[in-house]
């Protein structure tokens, strides 16, 4: 496992993290899952593997996955919820979720099946079933959670995923849609629905390839200003930043690191300019010598570091015929 899956994979194992992405997803932003309500599940699914190798059942393992008990609007909830973390586009994620999913309601089952006693009076067809008429499962919820910059690009159904557009047939396919966190594509009202420094991870991510936007994102904003260290980090780590992060009193200053990078790139671009005037000045000159004939085509080239029909399909000269 990767740093990245392992540092996010913490991240959204903590319970606050946990529940603001779902209340994101469930409930609009509105705070009904508290980290509270939550609790830790066994990550491992176990999964049927085909092929014509295939022997023993295999293991899976979810990013993180855990139990939902809350009450809401006078009833019970009780709901199994999963993330997937994904540091790239994952092109067959629906049919990886909707197994995963799968496996999770036959757990369920066979739990079921399980708790039976012989006090336990059962039909025949319950018996056969190893479920009652009036047993009940739980819902079970997966969420991608994308750390990418660019657009999710993937399929999103396993409609999309078929080789018919043919409505007739589809009609009678179960289609299965993921639920998804991609940055990129989130307008900027939503992220004001995470109340956790989740919202700044996905608003850094968004707005990591523009650094004219990020400015504006960080400047003043108290959240940026003193940001827990290892949420920078994370950042960092993710965004591929390399933020000299400044740290006082156990948080840190992003605002002022990425003004740091600005003044940086600035500079840089400063230098390169600088460098390419005086390619062109050098070019020019040389140019000039070499229309005049006083200086070999091939020589000067050489030192610009290009072919003599490169130099000359560069400055659009020709060499005066001896």
């Known amino acids: 496992m990767g740093k990245i899956d392992t540092e996010t994979k913490a991240f959204m194992s903590d319970p606050s993290h946990f529940a603001d992405a779902f209340n994101y997803l469930i409930y609009d932003g509105q705070p009904v899952i508290k980290p509270e309500d939550l609790k830790p599940l ?34 019970a909830i009780y709901a199994v919820l999963g993330v997937e973390n994904q540091a790239s586009i994952h092109y067959a994620m629906p049919v990886r979720n ?3 999913d799968a496996s999770n309601y036959v757990q369920q089952v ?15 067809a319950e018996f056969l079933s190893g479920f009652r008429k009036g047993d009940k499962l739980m819902p079970v919820i997966t969420l991608v959670i994308y ?7 993937g399929p999103i159904r396993i409609h999309e995923m078929l080789n018919t557009n043919n409505e007739q047939l589809l009609s009678f396919v179960p ?19 995470f109340t956790t420094d989740f919202r700044d991870v996905l608003q850094y991510i968004k707005y990591s390839r523009d650094r004219e936007s990020l400015s504006r994102l960080t400047e003043d904003n108290e959240r940026f200003l003193r940001m827990n260290p290892e949420t920078a980090e994370l950042i960092n ?8 992060l400044n740290e006082e009193e156990g948080k840190v200053n992003m605002c002022q690191a990425i003004q740091q990078m600005r003044e ?16 062109e000045g050098r070019m020019e000159t040389y140019a000039e010598l070499v229309e005049a004939g006083m200086i070999d085509v091939h020589y ?6 290009m072919t003599a029909e490169e130099f000359l399909q560069e400055t659009g000269i020709t060499i005066p015929k001896s």
Request: charged share 30%; aromatic share 8%; glycine share 6%.
């Open 42 to 75: 066994d990550t491992a699914e176990i999964a049927i593997p085909y092929g014509n190798n295939a022997r023993v059942p295999q293991q899976k393992y979810r990013d993180v996955l855990k139990l939902l008990s809350v009450m809401h609007d006078h009833e």
């Open 237 to 244: 780590l993710i965004t591929d930043s390399k933020l000299e």
């Open 147 to 153: 750390f990418g910059s660019s657009e999710w690009d």
């Open 300 to 305: 000067v080239a050489s030192q610009l570091g």
């Open 264 to 279: 940086q790139s600035k500079a840089a671009g400063k230098a390169e300019g600088k460098a390419e005037g005086k390619v």
């Open 98 to 100: 909707m197994h995963y």
């Open 110 to 124: 066979q739990a079921a099946r399980k708790s039976y006693g012989k006090e336990d009076r059962l039909t025949k």
């Open 175 to 193: 289609d299965y849609r993921i639920n998804l966190i991609a940055p990129a594509q989130m307008p900027d009202e939503d992220f004001e629905k």
